[in-house]
Antibody, heavy 124, light 111 residues
């Protein structure tokens, strides 16, 4: 079965960086886009970025560009999200999610599998 | 400001029909991009409820239905049940943002 397993909760100080991992299993890793979505406490969902695990190409939300980097390791079927220059507003649960249809199909098919979420707390 | 706007809350009595609107623009729905809907319970990850405007994944009850027309989309819940009390989000692609976008979210309350 498809699983996305994320790394554990993090507590970071403002100005530092965090790197969250997402290990995929149960499907062909390079065939499906993986996205990062975050949710601040009591707030809505916010799309951050996506990666094509096959070639490694990425797309970032405009307001996140310059602060976030998404990479992948095909040997371990793992996607990483690094967020830099952390501020208190970055406190959120971060989810990795998988696109429903394979990369070969047009994007925006919906996302069907979600990781368990990683709470990142930014506090001095 | 979000590219997709939803009402903050909707409510209905058990058995009633409620609809949740998702207002977009010419850079998402109006450009032909599909809408998807997610259901989220407190403390849990969202779940895909409707994909490609009106399709239900296996296991989603048929009382949930979706539609899209022009620059707007909607999710309807017929025969509202207590277990439907949750947050609902629409999602699409927005070319002016250069990526995906989620709606502002709607809390459904069963009276």
């Amino acid at each position: 079965q498809v699983q996305l397993v994320q790394s554990g909760a993090e507590v970071k100080k403002p100005g530092t960086s965090v790197k969250v991992s997402c290990e995929a299993s149960g499907y062909i890793f390079t065939n499906y886009y993986v996205h990062w979505v975050r949710q601040a406490p009591g707030q809505g969902l916010e799309w951050m970025a996506m990666i094509n695990p096959s070639g490694g190409s990425t797309t970032y939300a405009q307001h996140m560009q310059g602060r976030v980097t998404v990479t992948r390791d095909t040997s371990t079927s793992t996607v990483y999200m690094e967020l830099r220059s952390l501020r208190s507003e970055d406190t959120a649960v971060y989810y990795c999610v998988r696109e429903r249809e394979a990369v070969i199909v047009a994007p925006n098919s919906g996302v069907d599998y979600w990781g368990q979420g990683t709470l990142v707390t930014v506090s001095s | 400001q979000s590219a997709l706007t939803q009402p903050p809350s909707v409510s209905g009595a058990p058995g009633q029909r409620v609809t949740i609107s998702c207002t977009g623009s010419s850079s998402n729905f109006g450009a032909g991009w599909n809408v998807h809907w997610y259901q989220q319970f407190p403390g849990t990850a969202p779940k895909l409820l409707i994909f490609l405007d009106s399709n239900r994944p296996s296991g989603v009850p048929d009382r949930f239905s979706g539609s899209k027309s022009g620059t707007s989309a909607s999710l309807a819940i017929t025969g509202l049940q207590a277990e439907d009390e949750a947050d609902y989000y629409c999602q699409s692609f927005d070319f002016s943002l250069g990526g995906y976008a989620f709606g502002t979210g709607t809390k459904v309350t069963v009276l």
